[in-house]
Every structure is written in C-alpha cells, then in structure tokens.
C-alpha cells in the first residue's frame, strides 16, 4: 500500500507470468508441433507408403508376434521409468547439491546442473545406484550357463542405457534449459528430425542429403571394368609413373558400402594405396534385392575367386595381393583354404585381414543374436528373399546403444541440435540388403556351430576346406577396441593358419582401426612376437609406436615382392582387355 492508501501491486508486473509475445510464442510452437503430427500420420496413412517405422527399425520390427511381448514389456518399464524420475523432479530440495568430487564423469551428465541442482543431482545419483545394482545382482544370478549370463548382462545394460534420465526432456536439464533458449524452438527441430526418421524407419546420425557418392564422397578416380549380377570390379586410376608388378585386390564387407575405405581423400585407403604405386582394385558388391533369394555363402566365394581371375587375366600377372575386411575376410578365408585344396593357392600373393574373424568361440556380444529365436524372426523379417538393411544396422547400433541410439535420441530430437556432416556417420547409415539364406547359413555354420574350423566340416563350391592348408603370406590387422570383431577372436587367425604371419594390434576400433591416414597422427598401434603362442605374450613383447599402421603394412607389401612396371597399357583403367563400363564409384553402390 502506498501512502495515497492505493494498491500499487496492480501497476507491478508478475515477472513469473509470460509475456502476452511469449504466450502467442508458445502457442505458435504447440500448433506447429501439432501441424507436423497431423502431416506425418497423414503421410503414414498413404495406402502407398511402405516405410512407415518405429524409431530404430523398419515398420514390421514390433509387429512380428515373435516380439509383441517383447515390446508391450518395454514399453511399460519405459512408462514406469519416465514415471519415477517424474516423481523425482516434485521433491523438495532439503538436501544439499552434490559435492564438486562427485561430478559425473559419464558424459551424459556432463551439463553443470546435473551436480549443481539438487534435485538433478539426486535424479542422477538415484539412476547410477539402481544401475549399478542391477547389473551387479544380474552379474551374481546363479543356475545360468555362460551364454545364458551374457544375454542377462546385456540385456540389463541396454535397459539402464534406454531409462536413463538424460532420455527424457523433463529430467534432462540441458534441455530443458535450451528449450527456454530457443523459446520452443529446438523441441520443434527435435520433433522435426523425429518425425523425419520414423517415416524412413531409421536413426539419423547426419543429416542425409550432405553426402552424395561419387561427388564429395567415394571419388577415388576410376573405371568399372567388369561386373556380374553380384558385384562390380572398378580399377583405379595410377597416379605413379610406375607400379608394383603384383596388384591389390580388395573385398570389402558386403553388410556395408565398400566406400569406407574411400570416404574422401584425406581419409582414403583407397587412394593412399594407389599413391604408393599399388594398381588398386575394388569388389562393389550388390546390395540384395528378392532377386537374390538363393544366394548362398557359395555365390561369394565364386565372386572372390571370379575377381581374383578377371584381374590376373587383365595384367597378364600370375598372382594379386588380396585385403578381406570383416565377413569378406572370413568369406577370403574360405576362398584361399579352397584354393589350397585345389592346388591354386598360388593365386593369391599375400592376404591382408582387416578386423577379420575365422574361429568365433570368443565373437563377443554378436554371438547373442544366433539362437533360435533370432533365427526365427529373422526368417519372418527376410519373407521376401532378403534382409532390410536397417535391422543389421539397428543390431550394431544396439552393441553400443549409449554412443550410437541414445546420445542421437538426446542430441537430435530433445535438444534439436544440426546434423554434424560427418562423412564416416554417412556411411555407417547407408545400409545394404542381406540375401536372407546367406546370413542365415552364416549364423548358424560360423557364429553358432563354428564350423570353419573344423577341418573339412564345410565344403565350399563342392570342396571340403581346411584353414591348416593356407600357407599364403597374411598379415592380420585386429582393433584394440573393436566391439564388432573382438581383438581375442580375430587373433584366432594366428592359430589356424599355416604359413608365416604377421599380427598388427591397432588403437580404436572396427573402423577408425582400420581407417587412420598417416596425415591425421591419431592413434597408434602395436607390433610384437609373430611367433608368441598366446594374444598375452604378443602383448606382452609388443612395442608400440604412434600413428598409422599403414606405412608399416605397405613395407610388408613391398617385402612379399617388390618389382615395378611402367603404369601403361591395361595399367591405365579401360585401357586393357576390359573396356570401361562406367565411372568410378559404378551404380551397384548408389542402389537401395
């Protein structure tokens, strides 16, 4: 009261209330949302539109009865789990903010608030407890078998990884807080970018029109020369006056797009081979379509050694060095136990492993998704012949489901931060169909019965195969952090091949082990004792040295044999007996 005696508390304005601006604000960000809503169920209502999806897999992922319970389940632990860290935000705050040494180091709860606020600090320090304790009592649950306790531990882990209160914008702080920025705006990017990757039925980690192949990724110059109904063969340009006698012919996984080892030219393998004076050639393989409904471990096989041939027979040499990355390394395996039993092993100068696995007794976390119910919903995914790509990715993306799903989920929809054009995510997102009886026949003869290391258990176009037989010069390149391909297993290749070998221990992982360009300085890796019975005494007399591992591979190259040639003639792309089909990188690349 003043002393006039008026009230002058209706002439002060209400700093909590909004503004009349900021409510008509809002009110526009809640009719946008709303808009893109009714734009997107209206989309997914077309009669003609097929890739409707749920938020990591294709549209028929929770509509198999083989995941129905599955899905109910986890739908309502995540509303029970929303509920709680709900409930938790509406306590009062008698309680002091956590102390500076308690600080997070969990990069999910980087943000100052997630300490600083007391009721932030004891939503995430309830979450570390009960995350704690149920891995602890699933790690100490007695009666389950080794594989039994692996699929627990796994399961407990990506469940604390989905409920974790970072996830939802009302317990997250930094979201809450850059939703206050943006006045609305950045939960509207978020929803945008959600409601984007639900009709594509895939998780965005870039944004999809940054890349385009052949323009400013995979453009390695060269030509394709030869091509079947399973892959093409491109041949790239030299770029020395000469070039080793023996060539280089690489096969890359076909669960992926082989321009990994191409993603532009500072990161190239491609191209950094090719300037080294290697004639460089590249399998492009196809990405499966109902077409290719009986295509076998066999058909791949056949392909590796048709390349190896169409090469010889171009540069008139009698053998080519070969680089096998991942299941084309396993698959380059069976191709060379099957040229040794036929007397033509000599095909093959050296062979290169990149992260390759022949014995998969210790195949890590991969080896959960080989039992019969996988297989049997597998079969029901693959009805028509083949298997989406975007169920292989949802399964690799769920090895690292903190990294790869959850920190998208944040980044991308809550926060609605831009897509970082980072060509290497590009990649990982442009799928590749599977033919279904392959991958089946891979799962169950590799992953589940280990077969390929049994002598003579398979036979490969008609041939019994016995790894003991190869006697080709390998050098096996493992990542010390690979998850896909674990280090312990792709050491087996030490154990069941015959002739000399050389192990290469790479800092990082599946991928930026194998893709590390000298000019970037990252990393390191480690060379030891060849002859070291075990992977512990390799380590242990192994010396490490800082940078790419690829200048040491080339000196190995060079050592199996080290003649040149002038760079002319069939050395030149479309010049020899193989007439250019097409540029560099070829069609079979760029299909769906």
Sequence with gaps: ??????????????????????????????????????????????????????????????QNPTTQAWAEQSAKMWEQGAAFWTSLTALKPPFAPAAEDDAPKDKRFADPDWTANPVFALIRQTYGLLADQLLTTTRQMTGLDEQARAKMEFAAKSMTEALSPSNLAITNPEVIK???????????????????DLARGQLSHVDPDAFEVGRNIATTPGKVIHETDLYQLIQYA?????VFTVPLLIFPPWINRFYILDLNPAKSFVAWAVEQGLTVFMVSWKSADASMSEIVWDDYI???????????????????????????????????????????????????????????????????FVDDQYLALLQQLSAGGFLDGRYMAATFNSLRGRDLIWNYVVGNYLLGKDYPPFDLLYWNGDVTNLPAKWH??????????????????????????DLKKIKTPAYIQAGREDHIAPLASVWRLMDHLAGPKTFLLAGSGHIAGVVNPPAAGKYQYWTGDNDAATLDEFVASATETRGSWWPHWIGWVAEQDGAKTPAKGARIPGKGGRKAIEDAPGRYVKQR
């Design 1 to 62: 009261m003043s002393d006039t005696g008026t009230d002058d508390t209706a002439h002060t304005p209400n700093s909590f209330m909004p503004s009349p601006e900021d409510l008509q604000h809002w009110t526009s960000v809640a009719g946008r949302a709303q808009q893109m809503m009714l734009d997107y169920a209206m989309a997914q209502a077309n009669p003609g539109n097929t890739a409707a999806a749920s938020l990591f897999d294709p549209a028929s992922w929770l």
């Design 178 to 196: 850059r939703a206050v920025e943006t006045r609305g705006e950045s939960l509207l990017k978020g929803l945008k970018h959600m409601l984007t």
């Design 238 to 242: 030299p770029t020395t006056k000469d």
């Design 302 to 368: 056949a392909a590796q050694v048709d390349a190896i041939d169409t090469v010889r027979e171009l540069l008139d040499v009698p053998a080519v060095h070969t680089i096998g990355y991942c299941v084309a390394g396993t698959t380059l395996a069976a191709t060379l136990a099957m040229l040794a039993a036929r007397g033509e092993a000599d095909k093959v100068k050296s062979v290169t492993f990149f992260t390759a696995q022949v014995d998969f007794e210790l195949a890590g976390d991969l080896k959960m």
């Design 440 to 465: 089946r026949q891979y799962l169950i003869d590799l992953y589940r019965d280990n077969r390929l290391v049994i002598p003579n258990s398979l036979s490969v176009m008609g041939t019994p195969i």
